[in-house]
């Protein structure tokens, strides 16, 4: 069973600074697309940045020049940079992968439970 485990969220001030990882664990032959996403109440969910399959990256306009998606594909870690945070920042990120688990060896989309990042004005 693959699973993906968020860390890193909390509170922090306009302007700060947090670093979210997400770590998946399981039997893993492959790790293709991985990516963030976040949800603010009453919202839907919305991307913020992915690695996409040919391994170039796309952000969502409002966090271009202040996230950077970075992984470790030995580690079957990703990570989420997030500076100048804005109170607009504030939601629940999750994380989400296209594995390629070893048990079935069929590309399946996972997604991890969220962890809260709020930023105060």
């Known amino acids: 069973q693959v699973q993906l485990v968020e860390s890193g969220g909390g509170l922090v001030q306009t302007g700060g600074s947090l670093r979210l990882s997400c770590a998946a664990s399981?039997?893993?032959?492959?790790?293709?697309?991985m990516g963030w996403y976040r949800q603010a109440p009453g919202r839907q969910r919305q991307l913020v940045a992915r690695?996409?399959?040919?391994?170039?990256?796309v952000y969502a306009d409002s966090v271009k020049g202040r996230f950077t998606i970075s992984r470790d594909n030995a580690k079957n870690t990703g990570y989420l940079q997030m500076n100048s945070l804005k109170p607009e920042d504030t939601a629940v990120y999750y994380c989400?992968?296209?594995?390629?688990?070893?048990?079935?060896?069929?590309?399946?989309?996972?997604w991890g439970q969220g962890t809260q990042v709020t930023v105060s004005s």
């Open positions: 989400d992968a296209d594995v390629l688990p070893t048990a079935t060896m069929r590309l399946t989309h996972y």
């Open positions: 399981g039997s893993i032959y492959r790790i293709d697309a």
């Open positions: 690695f996409v399959s040919d391994g170039s990256t």
